[in-house]
């Protein structure tokens, strides 16, 4: 089952945010660090907000699959977040 509207919403909110990123900006494909110029460190960020604002734990493995909107969904919906 995918992960609400809501949820993803919320997921794009919080990556925007560390992107420094117009929420139209950001597509469900578009990639972080090649079209949009994310660092390494930028995405351990995301992991950890992530984390916090979801009350869910996620595999530091998992960060090479977080590339896009659409993979971490894909990651947050594997560790069964639910709004």
Same mark, same amino acid.
């Given at each position: 089952?995918?992960?609400?509207? /809501? ?13 420094? !990123? &117009?929420?139209? #900006?950001? *597509? ?14 930028? /995405? ?13 734990? !996620? &595999?530091?493995? #998992?960060? *090479? ?19």
């Amino acid at each position: 089952m995918a992960i609400s509207d /809501a949820l993803r919403t919320q997921v794009k909110a919080i990556i925007c945010d560390i992107l420094e !990123l &117009d929420p139209d #900006d950001v *597509t469900e494909s578009s990639r972080f660090i090649e079209d949009h110029g994310a660092d390494s460190l930028q /995405a351990i960020e995301i992991l950890a907000n992530l984390e916090r604002e979801l009350a869910i734990t !996620l &595999d530091q493995t #998992d960060l *090479t699959r977080m590339t896009t909107l659409q993979e971490v969904c894909a990651v947050i919906e594997e560790a069964g977040a639910r709004i």
